[in-house]
């Protein structure tokens, strides 16, 4: 225990380095193990993208068309500071940053006027009291007075700190769920990469709603290790919400762009192309990678990013989210008992995963499911959610409700089912007035004597 809690204090102190103008850490955003299953030749270009698009922790880039806000502020030159010809870096003083976010070390500044206009330069240092910006010096860029420029990702980067601070410790650097303090944690902590997020207000196709996540932040998720983080400000959640809908894109982005290629193209099938019984060499098979990279993956790779980019839009829509037509029928015996056929009944088999008290123990629990990802038997008896974790099924006499314990809450876990795990969505064969009574039932569980 020691030993993670020494990890956690080093890890918290990650944000202090862009107020003090040290060297930022070596800190490169995780890659999926489907990533690394490819042959190298088809890994190392799908990994180049990725990082000219979304950069690393701590030199992280702006992409065009993405529903983040990445914060843009604009700044000009005001004095710039001789150097010798042996220097490395360029600075200068600025003004109009006194508004931003003062941790900008590693952002990218882009040149809007004067010889480097167009150019890009990394931001090495940044005094936030001086007012004054170090760059990369290059031929391309030699800064006079007057010269203006945009510093980007200051939105991007206020959230990125924040959650470096208070999530990354239980989800990863890069959301992948696996921080120095995730083994201690069951249920463990959501992996971003997916955008699957289990509560929401949203309908069952749809994303997570940046509202829906804002209310998990704050409210933290009941009988779980996700605590509430109601002391931080609407402005502090709202930034690290931006944060992880960005590291969602990023991670969705790597996964559409991995699974064009997988079947081709990981280590597995090429060996069994170039296999005495596969018939193919391994030059044909490169040349047909090569190809490809030329021609169908900038393709491949803009299609992914924009159709992820686009999901994300649509769920901010107000028609994503799931809104009864019928209020909410009347919390009487008689809407319960109706309630309790229905969930006894064959048109929602609810009591087929949490049995037919509602105590969690259904016939579904001692049956030996099919991973859907690898069409194989999972090694333990019971369901299991997207991401591989055993999940049993949840004892509503306890009146634990992780989404929320609010009517509409539980209506629309009803609605739209919880996303990423077997619990199914019943909005299409129930009416309002049959969610409605399934409530009304399974909420008056906790209060039941059987």
Partial sequence: MRFGLSRLSLLLLFPLFSLTGCEQPQVNFVFSEKTNELVPE?????????VRQFGNPFELTQFEGLPTDFGDVEGSVKTVQASSGEEKLIRFQVEGLQDAYPKLLG??????????QGQISRIKEYNYETGTIAVDKTADIDPQPGDTFLVEC???QFGRDLYNRHCMHCHGMSGEGTGPTSRYLNPPPRDFRQGIYKYTSTKPTAKAQNADLERTVKEGIAGTYMPSFKLLTE???SAIVNY????SIRGETEKKIVDELFFDYSKEVVAERTSEDGGESREDVMEELKEYMELDFPDTLEFATSSVAEAWEEANMEDAVVVPETPR???????????RKLYLGD???????HGPQGRGNGTATQDFW??????EKYSNRGLHDIWGNQLPPRDLHRGIYRGGRRPIDVYRRMYSGIKGTPMPAFGGPLSDEELWDLVNYVMSLPYSSK
Avoid: I, M
Wanted: aromatic share 4%.
């Fill in 107 to 116: 952002l990218p500044l882009e040149w809007t006027s004067g010889k480097g």
């Fill in 42 to 50: 088809a890994a190392k270009p799908v990994k180049e993208a990725l």
């Fill in 235 to 237: 402005d502090e959640v």
């Fill in 329 to 339: 029928v009347p919390d009487t015996p008689e809407s319960r008992e109706r309630g």
């Fill in 244 to 247: 992880v809908v960005w590291l």
């Fill in 370 to 375: 099919t991973n859907p990802a690898t069409n």
């Fill in 347 to 353: 048109k929602t088999k609810c009591a087929t995963c």
């Fill in 154 to 156: 200051t939105r991007l």
